[in-house]
């Protein structure tokens, strides 16, 4: 993250540009769905009326029937969103694994990985689509799983034998074990990106090659986990607090002045964030690159030479002695 803090930037560019092209988007969808609600000249009377009631009934009236209208632009709005996001996460994650690669070595982790075959060009970025076509997938299957807890919850409360504290338990917990089976997918296939991009493996196969590589490297991969999840906390607490700084003068100054300095405090926060999120990107091509060794490595040094140099020999694992092999005893 220090040594190369133009990755992070990377990834605060795509992240930062998709999001604001996608808020821009909402808002002028948002405008031009105004634009279809008919205002009638009694509907103006009574939203300059000054009365609750009445301008609530011009509200209702306006809106009455633009219920179809808002749920096709929602879906239009989302399933374009959902393509923007899959074309440029995978071009933003692929130059950002492509420059930790570079750093770390090809060299070490082509080494690590006898299998290797360069994955770029078309073949990288269809493997990375796929795997957040996968990502978006997943995310689909959690809401609806979340729509179907909120329905089995609501089987524990009937109208004859009403029961809040339980529906709510049940549909607590519910929500609990989706996010934890969405943020264990979600976080394997973050981390298959990493052998697209340094092993050449299709989307099948980077899932596949991640699994392997956590069952070899758990202890490592569950130690950078941890350590940049902790940081993240103390971030997110540290970001919590320092926003309520702005907050404590909400009597006093401005509401625009308090508004971007919760905005100020939100953009630093995110891009702390995306800075972790590449050191531990960073952290797993690393230990991808200085594999364990299954077989202890030995270095045995040669006699003086005539020129009273020593020479190196090349490094020997073995886990027996050669029989043919003479020893002190047979020379005698």
């Not at 605060?12 to 808002?27: M, N």
């Not at 549909?171 to 996010?179: D, P």
């Not at 991009?197 to 986990?225: I, P």
């Amino acid at each position: 993250m220090f040594r190369r803090p133009s990755l992070g930037l990377a990834e605060i560019s795509w992240r930062w540009s998709l999001g604001f092209a996608a808020g821009i988007l909402l808002f002028f969808s948002f405008v031009e769905y105004l634009d279809t609600l008919p205002v009638s000249d009694a509907d103006l009377l009574l939203l300059r009326s000054h009365q609750p009631f009445l301008i609530s009934h011009a509200i209702l009236h306006i809106f009455s029937g633009s219920g179809p209208r808002l749920v096709a632009a929602g879906l239009v709005l989302i399933f374009a969103m959902t393509l923007a996001w899959i074309g440029t996460a995978s071009f933003g994650r692929g130059a950002t694994l492509k420059g930790l690669v570079d750093h770390f070595g090809e060299d070490k982790i082509q080494s690590a990985r006898p299998n290797f075959s360069a994955g770029e060009g078309a073949r990288q970025f269809r493997s990375l689509a796929g795997l957040n076509f996968f990502r978006v997938g997943v995310t689909l299957a959690a809401l609806v799983s979340c729509v179907g807890g909120l329905l089995l919850a609501g089987f524990a409360s009937s109208t004859a034998d009403p029961s809040p504290g339980s529906a709510t338990l049940i549909f607590l917990s519910m929500i609990m074990l989706v996010w934890l089976a969405w943020a264990m997918l979600n976080w394997f296939l973050s981390l298959a990106a990493i052998f697209v991009v340094a092993d050449g493996r299709d989307a099948f196969g980077a899932v596949a090659s991640a699994v392997d590589f956590c069952r070899a490297r758990t202890g490592s991969v569950l130690a950078a986990g941890t350590w940049f999840e902790v940081a993240h906390v103390v971030v997110f607490v540290v970001a919590s607090s320092v926003v309520a700084i702005p907050l404590a003068f909400s009597g006093v100054l401005p509401a625009g002045v308090i508004l971007g300095g919760v905005l100020l405090v939100a953009l630093l926060y995110f891009a702390i964030v995306d800075f972790l999120y590449v050191g531990r990107l960073a952290a797993y091509v690393a230990v991808l690159s200085f594999p364990e060794q299954s077989l202890v490595s030995q270095t045995v040094q040669s006699p003086l030479t005539d020129s009273g140099s020593q020479s190196s020999l090349t490094p020997r694992s073995g886990s027996g002695i050669d029989p043919d092999e003479l020893i002190l005893s047979d020379i005698q």
